[in-house]
């Protein structure tokens, strides 16, 4: 009987089991990763990614960066440049102030002012003053060492005493020089330009104490290179290695033709 119920009982267990299989393991919890960052067997594929677009981007970046550099180095030279014409033009300003238009100059006095002439010279931007407008107008003769002009051969009483001034038109390549106080001489010459900034000056008028006019016999002939241009000072040199410095007074003001 104990036989007999135990194999009973044996056979229901199992009929039991069959019925009703127990419940599979508990699985390991899901691994959970923080924010963003990737697991490891990605992440060697996010440095093969993410190295070579810094190798490419990088020298986008300083592509990018090098117009900010050359803008800057750019407008700074700009900002120097003007700071050295302005500094240049008050030093000569400056130097030929109590010269008297140049009839008071030592050979010292020349050379400096030719010294400061010659820098201004070299920062010139008006490549080719004949073509531009800021050439139009009456320019103030206010330095030269050339004697004729000066009269510096002749007693002080008798040399032109009060301004100078010569006027140009570009359109049509007319000159014109006036003296005041004390003989009011004037003179009106063609340009023949010989290249950008070089011209022949050739006089054909004259008018004498402003009033006799006389017809110049074609011995009235020279060179003027215009070796320094901008809206206020003009700087040019003669055939005879002159020197004219000048500044502007009118520019509206026309050359009679």
Not at 25 to 48: G, K, V
Not at 64 to 79: H, K, Q, T, W, Y
Not at 84 to 89: I, N, P, S
Not at 209 to 236: F, M, V
Request: positive net charge.
């Amino acid at each position: 009987m104990a036989l007999s119920s135990s194999h009973a009982s044996s056979s229901c267990t199992a009929r039991f089991r069959t019925l009703h299989p127990p419940p599979p393991p508990p699985s390991a919890p899901p691994i959970l990763l923080p924010p963003f960052q990737l697991p490891s067997i990605y992440a060697r594929d996010a440095l093969a990614i993410t190295l070579p677009a810094r190798r490419l981007l990088l020298p986008g970046a300083r592509a990018a960066s090098s117009p900010s550099r050359r803008g800057v180095s750019f407008f700074s030279g700009l900002v120097t440049k003007g700071e050295d014409v302005r500094r240049l033009k008050e030093e000569l300003l400056d130097a030929i102030a109590p010269l008297d238009r140049g009839a008071e100059a030592t050979p010292e006095d020349q050379q400096r002012v030719d010294q400061i002439a010659r820098k201004l010279e070299a920062v010139n931007t008006v490549k080719e003053p004949l073509q531009s407008e800021l050439l139009n107008g009456k320019w103030e003769l206010i330095y030269t060492t050339s004697k004729s002009v000066l009269q510096t051969q002749r007693p002080k009483f008798l040399r032109p005493n009060g301004k100078i001034y010569q006027a140009i038109n570009v359109d049509t390549l007319r000159a014109q020089n006036m003296e005041t106080w004390p003989f009011f001489n004037q003179a009106t010459a063609n340009l023949v330009p010989l290249n950008a900034r070089r011209v022949a000056v050739k006089f054909d008028f004259f008018r004498i104490a402003g009033l006799i006019p006389i017809k110049n016999p074609g011995s009235g002939r020279g060179q003027l290179e215009i070796t320094y241009l901008d809206e206020e000072l003009r700087i040019s040199r003669g055939d005879k290695g002159n020197l004219f410095i000048l500044k502007m007074v009118d520019p509206s003001y026309r050359v009679p033709l």
